[in-house]
């Protein structure tokens, strides 16, 4: 293997960790990305950072981001093609992790933001991932390379952003001005397995451990974010300028809020169980009643 091929074209280089095949095939994702603009600064915001990537074997899933170890992984068992949309994915929330956002499957993070709260922000930190993976996917497309977002476009969950993103596309400018991106974010909470599995992941699970360790006596739910806090907060451009543009009150209404319902009823048995819920499903009805 000669050094060229394991050159990252990155001011500031990941540490790779593996055997040659996997830093080489690493080494290839990167440089792919770092030819999209928003690609190499998304990588480079996680690399300054101190992540490093790796590969493992992680059952149903494409790879993931550790806050507490600074740590990328994707699945080796997955399509190149397929892990360079997910590095980007990935890194991205390394970079949310950076700018301050919580990490979501901490079950040791009191939780003092209404239900409402966590249910919007956690949804809308995926979304901003994977509408970020669309917007890099589709900056590699338009430098001649094609195929990490067809590929991107075929993971069967990823149907509604891929022809949201792809639709937005045929308007002129829509890369550069942030409307296909903005069309990605709306479009991920199209899927309602994926909405459901991640309510399940980071509101049920979470509440379930809180309450089996006694750490739910802790928790208030009673802040309330808006959601222009949550879009400004997470829907940034690398220069800190925002790419959503739709109005974020969108994002509080009935079609990006809903819960599955048996979800819901698990949420409502967990919060009973909370000590200082009481005035707390007053404010969550009174937020999910906002336009
Ligand atoms: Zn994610």
């Known amino acids: 293997m000669s050094d060229l091929e394991l050159k990252q074209n990155l001011d500031t280089p990941f540490v790779i960790k593996g055997d040659d095949k996997t830093v080489a095939r690493i080494t290839d994702m990167i440089n792919q990305i770092a030819v999209s603009e928003t690609g190499k600064q998304t990588l480079e915001i996680a690399s300054k950072a101190g992540y490093s990537l790796g590969m493992e074997f992680a059952f149903g899933c494409n790879g993931g981001c550790s806050k507490d170890n600074k740590v990328i992984i994707l699945n080796p068992v997955s399509q190149d093609d397929v892990l360079v949309g997910v590095l980007a994915h990935e890194c991205r929330h390394a970079g949310q992790f950076e700018r301050g956002e919580y990490d979501a499957s901490d079950d040791k993070r009191p939780r003092q933001e209404t239900l409402m709260t966590n249910i919007m922000r956690t949804r ?146 967990l919060m009973d169980n909370v000590p200082n819920k009481t005035k707390n499903i007053a404010l969550m009805k009174k937020m999910s009643k906002t336009r």
């Open 124 to 269: 809308a930190v995926e979304a901003d991932a994977q509408a970020t993976a669309a917007q890099i996917l589709g900056e590699m497309m338009e430098a001649g390379n094609p195929q990490p977002l067809m590929a991107f476009c075929r993971q069967p969950d990823n149907q509604y952003i891929g022809s949201a993103f792809n639709r937005a596309l045929y308007n002129e400018n829509s890369l550069n001005d942030g409307s296909a991106r903005t069309a990605a974010f709306l479009a991920w909470y199209e899927n309602k397995p994926v909405l459901k599995a991640y309510d399940e992941a980071y509101q049920v699970e979470m509440m379930e451990r809180r309450e089996k360790s006694g750490e739910n006596k802790k928790d208030t739910y009673q802040k309330i974010q808006s959601p222009e806090k949550i879009v400004s907060d997470l829907c940034v451009n690398n220069d800190g300028s925002c790419y959503f543009k739709e109005d974020p009150q969108i994002l509080a209404t009935e079609k990006y809020t809903a819960v599955d319902y048996g979800t819901q009823l698990k949420l409502n048995q």
